[in-house]
């Protein structure tokens, strides 16, 4: 049985994608002046993949959920695919299969329990957040809230007062600005996404966020027309923030299990020693701590008991 036709164009367009990407000659194959198309040819391909050309032309229609596993690592290798792409590709198999036939659903949000948010709480130098394979953010330190203020002061955030880095990249003008490589963190963005619509490609939430981004923005219909996949997220970010100026933090990503399947990371951010966006980050770090006492309750003095 073959897999719903709604998942046969992710795999055709990715897989068509990365064909293209590759050329006769970072193959190991002849080149010729004649080529038509700069990358492999199906019948290339399958060569590579030690199979026929009729049966990789059948797998890039999409018609990929009874494949072997062994069968998809040839494929994945003739493709020079990374890690990340490798996966990707498993995880497009793996939903095609009939028995993983079910409607699209509004996956429940896993809460968040207290002590990840104590956790959060207890890191007050570094910029701390968890974030959901749908680029919510769903839990988040005082610093955080300071140093990504303009994010969670957009008009992007869902009524529940809750930021979504996607939304503020690609919906506010503001965001490029703030995002010194703009560009570099809306491919990411989308990439990210990418893997998690791998990974979950029916929860209805995620592909309304798909098609609302695509939609509004032609930023995003590019980069994400583009196939390009990532799993996480490691590096610099630079960032031009409207009270403290420039910035130039390493962010690292966590794997963070919460719940089932369901992927969440913990990202914290944080400054190279001497440098001056410790300095900066450090007065960031002072202001959400004042903001964060004068927002909590007055404590009462304890009455003196009797004598």
């Given at each position: 049985?073959d897999q719903?036709?709604?998942?046969?164009?992710?795999?055709?367009?990715?897989?068509?994608s990365?064909?293209?990407?590759?050329?006769?000659?970072?193959?190991g194959?002849?080149?010729?002046?004649?080529?038509?198309?700069?990358?492999?040819?199906?019948?290339?391909?399958?060569?590579?993949?030690?199979?026929?050309t009729?049966w990789?032309?059948?797998?890039?229609?999409?018609h990929?959920?009874?494949?072997?596993?062994?069968?998809?690592?040839?494929?994945?290798?003739?493709?020079?695919?990374d890690?990340?792409?490798?996966?990707?590709?498993?995880?497009?198999?793996?939903?095609?299969?009939?028995?993983s036939r079910?409607?699209s659903?509004?996956?429940?949000?896993?809460?968040v329990?207290p002590?990840v948010?104590?956790?959060?709480d207890?890191?007050t130098?570094?910029?701390?957040?968890?974030?959901?394979?749908?680029?919510?953010?769903?839990a988040?330190?005082?610093?955080?809230?300071?140093?990504y203020?303009?994010?969670?002061?957009?008009?992007?955030?869902?009524k529940?007062?809750?930021?979504?880095?996607?939304?503020?990249?690609?919906?506010d003008?503001?965001?490029?600005?703030?995002f010194?490589?703009?560009?570099?963190?809306?491919n990411?963005?989308?990439?990210?996404?990418?893997?998690?619509?791998?990974?979950?490609p029916?929860?209805?939430?995620?592909?309304?966020?798909?098609?609302?981004?695509?939609?509004l923005?032609?930023?995003?219909?590019?980069?994400?027309?583009?196939q390009?996949?990532?799993?996480?997220?490691?590096g610099?970010?630079?960032?031009?923030?409207?009270?403290?100026?420039?910035l130039?933090?390493?962010?690292?990503?966590?794997?963070l299990?919460?719940?089932g399947?369901?992927?969440?990371?913990l990202?914290?951010?944080?400054?190279?020693?001497?440098?001056?966006?410790e300095?900066?980050?450090?007065?960031?770090?002072?202001?959400?701590?004042?903001?964060?006492?004068?927002?909590?309750p007055?404590?009462?003095?304890?009455q003196p008991?009797p004598?």
């Open positions: 049985m719903q036709p709604g998942n046969r164009g992710e795999i055709r367009d990715f897989l068509a990365r064909r293209a990407k590759i050329t006769p000659a970072q193959a194959l002849p080149t010729s002046a004649r080529r038509r198309v700069a990358g492999l040819r199906r019948e290339e391909v399958a060569v590579l993949a030690g199979v026929s009729e990789y032309t059948r797998l890039e229609k999409g990929i959920g009874g494949v072997s596993e062994d069968v998809l690592d040839a494929v994945a290798r003739a493709l020079q695919l890690d990340d792409e490798r996966t990707y590709l498993f995880d497009l198999a793996r939903s095609s299969r009939p028995k079910m409607p659903s509004r996956r429940r949000d896993v809460e329990p002590r948010q104590w956790l959060l207890s890191i130098t570094s910029a701390a957040f968890v974030r959901n394979g749908r680029m919510d953010v769903v988040s330190n005082a610093l955080d809230r300071a140093l203020a303009p994010m969670f002061d957009s008009a992007t955030v869902d529940r007062g809750r930021p979504n880095i996607a939304r503020y990249i690609f919906l003008p503001g965001a490029e600005n703030f010194v490589d703009w560009e570099a963190a809306g990411a963005t989308a990439a990210l996404l990418r893997a998690e619509a791998g990974r979950e029916r929860d209805r939430a995620l592909r309304e966020l798909v098609g609302e981004l695509s939609t923005s032609p930023v995003f219909r590019s980069q994400w027309a583009a390009d996949v990532r799993m996480r997220l490691d610099i970010k630079r960032l031009q923030h409207p009270d403290v100026g420039h130039e933090l390493t962010f690292q990503s966590l794997d299990p919460l719940s399947r369901a992927v969440h990371d990202i914290i951010y944080t400054a190279e020693p001497g440098s001056a966006s300095d900066r980050l450090k007065l960031l770090a002072i202001s959400a701590a004042t903001q964060s006492r004068a927002a909590q007055a404590r009462r003095s304890p008991g004598l």
